[in-house]
């Protein structure tokens, strides 16, 4: 079982610049998150799903575009690159969303913009 | 009100010891306290959680305390390896309807010396 995959694993874009962070899951999970991690910063959720067809924004929006087209997949779009996006991405998944719910996460995305 | 204070920020243990990370809390709307554990190049995975109405959870060398009054809970790593050595983050989550909420701590830093 491989869970929840990210690609790419480390990303350089220049300023301006655009790019698709993929983000699959194969546990069959109806719930999807983007989460960015800086330094002494902990987690910023930036986009989430409910299930297909289903997003909305989370704390830090701003610069982010996200689809869920189908179950699996919940790729994040970032359009015009800004050195304030450098960071390290995470996609997470989980089953149920209620009072005891578990993440499960994949190994993130480093991504630099110079 | 959202927040969740976590301290302290890094912790350097000697094999064998007891390793506690404290977190603290403000909003009586949390209902349910995961611990993360993140080990370098990785994602967070979900090491044990526990629910307001309980004081303790123990599970193997890791356990929750958690005091509902000083809206306070701590994770205490017994025994202390250095393969616990990773970054550890508290959460807290709000299940009310639509707000449903996971508010992440800042992370604990801990290296455990062989």
């Keep these: ?114 | 009100q959202q927040q969740v204070k976590q301290s302290p920020q890094s912790l350097i243990v000697q094999k064998g010891g007891i390793s506690i990370i404290n977190c603290a809390y403000e909003n009586t709307a949390f209902d349910y306290f995961p611990w993360y554990q993140q080990f370098p190049g990785k994602g967070p995975a979900l090491l044990i959680a526990i629910r307001p109405d309980v004081s303790e959870k123990k599970e193997g060398r890791f356990t929750i305390s958690f005091n509902k009054s000083a809206k306070q809970f701590s994770l205490h790593i017994m025994d202390s390896q250095p393969g616990d050595s990773a970054t550890y983050f508290c959460a807290a989550k709000i299940n009310a309807g639509n707000n449903r909420k996971l508010i992440w701590g800042l992370g604990t830093s801990l290296a455990v010396n062989p």
């Design chain 1, 1 to 114: 079982n491989a869970g929840v995959t990210q690609t790419p694993k480390f990303r350089i874009l220049k300023i301006g610049q655009s790019m698709t962070l993929q983000c699959t899951q194969d546990m069959n999970h109806n719930y999807m998150y983007w989460y960015r991690q800086d330094p002494g910063m902990g987690l910023k959720l930036i986009y989430y799903s409910v299930g297909a067809g289903i997003t909305d924004k989370g704390e830090v929006p701003n610069g982010y575009n996200v689809s869920r087209s189908t179950t699996e997949d919940f790729p994040l779009r970032l359009e015009l690159a800004a050195p304030s996006q450098t960071s390290v991405y995470f996609c997470a998944s989980s089953a149920y969303r209620g009072p005891s719910e578990k993440l499960f996460f994949g190994s993130g995305t480093q991504l630099s913009v110079l």
